[in-house]
């Protein structure tokens, strides 16, 4: 079983910048895609970035597109997302997990604590 730990939330002024990281142990995350998601109170969770298993293919929800970029340090067993540009409309809990790269499902029926991310105006 693989456990995903992510840090990095935290308050914001819109504008400002963040940068969370989803830090993996129990397996290797070299052999999966693997995404950010995020859900607002009330919200349906949603996705928001997908990075391909060796790190070479990215995709991007439009609204973040431009903002926010994803990255993996496969060494490190490590996902990151860099956001940029932070609106209101930003906030929310972020959880990563495997990625079905088709649908840009989640691939794991569980998810971690996430990170808070709030964003002021």
């Known amino acids: 079983q693989v456990q995903l730990v992510e840090s990095g939330g935290g308050l914001v002024q819109a504008g400002g910048s963040l940068r969370l990281s989803c830090a993996a142990s129990g397996r290797t995350l070299s052999d999966y895609h693997m995404g950010w998601f995020r859900q607002a109170p009330g919200k349906e969770r949603e996705f928001v970035a997908a990075?391909?298993?060796?790190?070479?293919?990215?995709n991007y929800a439009d609204s973040v597109k431009g903002r926010f970029a994803i990255s993996r340090d496969n060494a490190k067993n490590t996902v990151y997302l860099q956001m940029t540009n932070l609106k209101p409309e930003d906030a929310g809990v972020y959880c990563c997990?495997?990625?079905?790269?088709?649908?840009?499902?989640?691939?794991?029926?569980?998810w971690g604590q996430g990170t808070q991310v709030t964003v002021s105006s």
């Open positions: 990075i391909s298993w060796g790190g070479g293919v990215t």
């Open positions: 997990n495997t990625v079905v790269w088709d649908t840009v499902r989640p691939g794991l029926n569980y």
